[in-house]
């Protein structure tokens, strides 16, 4: 182009620009001057191009129409990289005017009824191109027009030249190029200033409803729109410059869908794609400060505001990517300063607004973009590059490192809870009071926000583990997520060092998310005992075996041949990692839930008992401390209350404790097939009893906490929220428990078996009443029809010795679950029968029984000494005026251990009065055992002596004022033990 040269804009001052704009020749295209296949234009047209046609047709050959060619996507560094641009094949969806139609055949055809606009070809003139090329920039350059832009360096050049431009691909760079000058070193935008074009003023020729037009074509003015006032633009030129580069973009997606047939197809389709390619890459280096000054480090992203409000045109991220991928230093260039805003930008946000939701959703769609060609994702290559990806731990608080460090951190530790950040605090529970109706919808408008993020991160982890070159680093992130966060599963953990609650649980619903679809013939048992597994268990207590026995077991498997330990693969990894973080996230944060809401009974308690005795210390020196400590309680009561109200929101979520459900129920599926992996007569779960003698060593070399994990989490929702227990994952589990509870010698520890009893006690509808059903799932169990109640027998003469300092006291605790649990098998036929063959075949049931005998002796005396004693205070305390020659130190002493013996009464009395009913029903039903010389005796002792305390000299001293206030009933203790007698002599007549 020789006159074009002179004065095009490749050769005005801004040199630097002229050499990084995507401008450089290429053999001339399709459009580069020839006339394809073509019909006569629109009147839309002719309004913006005058010399259109002089004649209303336009002769054309097929020979002449260039093929469709399939589209391609480029990249770039600078400038060279551009020069590479795309075509994109289009679908051809007008079925109007065929392409190879004759002069003469329209000419016959003037007296049809149906007038088509002819301009809607299948080809364009050069014309019509360079009109539609006009209409995406909102230029002109051979005249002035208030409804576009004009260049007059163009317009110089084509005046001297009518060659100024060798292709529409170097006119479009000439174009863009001279408005991005335009733009850069003018105080004004002159696009702001343009009327409504004749483009938007006849919508209804292409069929387009006149607000899709009107919203993209309309006004010069930009139609990027930035709802959002958190996440606004730099007011800055390049925003201005970048603003135009995106319009036209999406004039492109105008222009097809105005023409659709017309656009489809070359020429004009190799246009469109070269404007969207070459408004990509003059973008590229609008953000790369070519066209201004260099972009300083710590300026904010040029293109975070548009993907945070989501008005990008659509195609143009994903066009982005490919054009950059391929050249690293650009690619990092662009999107790293993308990558850690995000990051930055989440971690001052909460649940408070609603804006946490577009940056998750931003890197999201970033990991979901793949190269053209093949599933490798650059985005996910380039966070996993990351520095802060995940950071070597520098202190001992490496779970805390983790979450405020980390790239993925920020994202992960979103939370509700008090302890992880005051805004949902501040903006939902301030007051620490709330009725029930408001708190039900606070707490589901944020587990609807909860969830979100949790499937969004999902997502995002997912397309990680998918992509090839970053799954490794994935599952590093993962492990670390567990291994640094281990103490959280103390008693006593310290939190500051440790990673947020909230954090944990939102990496415990993306790991169930992750472990779904995983099926157990996938998961490799000996990798938790393997060199190459990422969880160190070397420390923990196992359920049956010692650590010597584990380490001669690995030795004897490292010298079999036979052995081999396998590389772990996903499934295996990820289900292990899943079960690990549930016991690192959903079981500490129900304890500290629990402790919580005793520290608040227990505040309260002390807080009345203080405000009841003010008549007492008002007028004592002491008041002024009292009316102190409180004031320092009510704000203490004051602060949990809306932790707990915050811990409500997060716990109390049905999807997530649904999900850890299905989980044990999966990995109770696991170990039953450990125990027992031959078929079965009772189902598909593998499971029959009695066991082998000797449980494996899988199963037994495995940590305590796997079972322990189950119970504790059962007890939890039980206590909260029963409803999510109705799934179908619930029976295997309940299986396991029987399982378990029948066969002891498989687990060292008896309080590991007691929990599960005491789950299965909880179950019991008299204690929660909505678990019917399940506690009808439990007792008809086929193992436990069978089982269950000689187990039960059983532990209740082995648990007499535990090992533990507290055995005395704690096995009275675990009678009395088990004697509520005897108390329902006693109505069920079938469990009844075992009962009785149990009692009738061998010495387990004396034993039993002694053990009986020995509780109800225990327990009544402690009951009616206790009683005694709240009898001598409440007369004294009755008696004013030998009430009154106590000192005050003497009352509130005397006071403290009246509310110590009630205590304690209430305790005894409720596990004797289950004790003697147990007595009560099984002479009712059985005799003959109980009348057994190493019985006989002691019974008849046993019961003289408690029928002689309930009506001898003395019983006088067992009144107390409100008795049920203890469960003190003497008249049905009373018959209770009279019953006993008479049940015991329709046998045969016996002697005390």
Known sequence: MAGGQSSSPSTSP?????????????????????????????????????????????????????????SEKQSMDTADSCEKSSQQSMADVDSGIETNMEVEEMEVKTESKRKRDVSIGSDSSDKLITSAVCRICRVSWTEKSQESVYLPELGEASEHDEQAYLDFKDLISQILTEVLL?????????????????????????????????????????????????????KCKETTVLNYLL????????????????????????????????????????????????????????LLPYLLNQNLPRGFLQELVHVTCQQKHTFRELFTPILQELSHTVRKLSFDTDDYRQPILVLNELCEIKTSGSNARP?????????????????????????????????????????????????????????????????????????????ELYKVLHALLVNGDTREAAMNFTSACVVRNLKRAQMQADENMLAGEGFMLNFVAVMQHLAVKIKLDKVDPFYIYSPHSRINITEDSRL??????????????????????????????????????????????????????????????????????????????????????????????NRLQRGKLCADAALFDENLLGRCLQFYGTFVQFLLKLVCPLPTRHGAIGVSLPLPKDAPMLFAALPEYYVEDISDFLLFVLQYMPQVLNDTSIQDIITFMVVV????????????????????????????????????????????????????????????????????????????????????????????????????????????????????????????????????????????????????????????????????????????????????????????????????????????????????????????????????????????????????????????
């Not at 006569?40 to 002769?59: I, K």
Request: with cysteine; hydrophobic share 35%; glycine share 4%.
């Open 14 to 70: 801004q040199a630097k620009t002229s050499t990084l704009s995507p401008t450089s020749p290429r053999d001339q295209s399709p459009a580069s001057g020839q006339s394809g296949a073509q019909s006569s234009p629109s009147p839309v047209l002719q309004s913006m191009e005058d010399n259109t046609s002089s004649s209303g047709t336009v002769a054309m050959t097929t020979e002449s129409s260039p093929s469709p060619q399939s």
């Open 182 to 234: 335009m733009l850069t070193t003018s105080n004004e935008n002159p696009f702001e200033s343009l009327k409504e074009s004749a483009y938007a003023k006849s919508p209804s020729k292409y069929g387009v409803s006149p607000t899709s037009i009107s919203s993209l074509g309309s006004l010069g003015k930009s139609v990027r729109q930035f709802p959002i006032q958190k996440f606004q633009p730099e």
């Open 247 to 302: 319009d036209c973009y999406e004039r492109v997606a105008l222009e097809e869908r105005m023409a659709p047939r017309r656009s489809s197809s070359p020429p004009l389709s190799t246009v469109l794609a070269e404007i969207r390619n070459q408004s990509t890459c003059f973008a590229i280096l609008v953000m790369q400060g070519v066209f201004t000054e260099p972009r300083l480090s710590s300026s904010p992203p040029l």
């Open 379 to 455: 985005i996910c290559s380039l966070i996993v590059q990351q520095e802060n990806w995940l950071p070597e731990p520098m202190t001992d608080a490496q779970g805390m490192e983790l979450q405020k460090l980390s790239f993925l951190g920020p994202f992960f530790g979103l939370s509700v809870f008090a302890e992880d950040g005051t805004k949902v605090v501040d903006k939902h529970f301030s007051g620490g009071q709330i009725s029930s109706d408001s708190a039900s919808l606070v707490n589901q408008s944020l587990r609807h926000g909860m969830e979100f993020v949790r499937v």
């Open 544 to 637: 049956k075996v010692t650590s010597q026995e584990i380490t001669k077991w690995l030795e004897e498997l490292g010298k079999n041949p036979s052995h081999a330990w396998q590389d772990p693969k996903f499934p295996t990894e990820c289900f292990f990692l899943t079960l690990h973080s549930h016991h690192l996230s959903i079981l500490p944060i129900a304890r500290k839930y629990q402790r919580r809401v005793r520290a608040m009974r227990d505040l309260t308690r002390i807080m009345e008992e203080l405000q009841n005795t003010e008549p007492q210390w008002k007028l004592l020196p002491t008041a002024s401390r009292n009316h102190e400590l409180l004031n320092r309680w009510k704000s203490q009561a």
């Open 741 to 992: 509870v029948c066969s002891p010698s498989y687990i060292s520890n008896p309080y590991l078996v007691a929990k599960l009893i005491e789950v299965m006690f909880v179950i019991n509808p008299n204690i929660q009443p909505r678990t019917e059903k399940l506690n009808e799932m439990l007792l008809m169990n086929p193992l436990a029809l069978e089982h269950l109640s000689p187990a039960l027998m059983k532990f209740y003469t082995d648990i007499e010795t535990t090992g533990s300092s507290n055995e005395f006291y704690d096995k009275f605790s675990i009678r009395y679950h088990i004697s509520i649990i005897f108390k329902t098998l006693w109505q069920i036929p079938a469990h009844r029968a075992n009962l009785i063959q149990e009692a009738m075949s061998g010495n387990q049931f004396v034993r039993f029984v002694n053990m009986l005998m020995n509780d109800t002796t225990f327990l009544l005396d402690e009951s009616l000494d206790t009683l005694k004693s709240i009898h001598e205070i409440q007369d004294l305390m009755e008696n004013s005026e030998e009430w009154a020659k106590e000192s005050r130190e003497q009352q509130q002493s005397r006071q403290r251990q009246l509310a110590q013996d009630e205590r304690q009464c209430r305790s005894y009395l409720t596990l004797a009065s289950e004790t003697v009913e147990m007595f009560h029903y099984l002479t009712k039903g059985i005799q003959k055992p109980f009348l057994k010389a190493e019985l006989v005796d002691r019974l008849a002792a046993m019961l003289n002596f408690n029928l002689q305390q309930l009506c001898g000299p003395k019983c006088n001293h067992l009144k107390v004022k409100t008795p049920k206030k203890y469960g003190w009933e003497p008249k049905k203790l009373l018959d209770q033990l009279t019953d006993i007698y008479l049940h015991l002599n329709r046998r045969n007549s016996w002697t005390n």
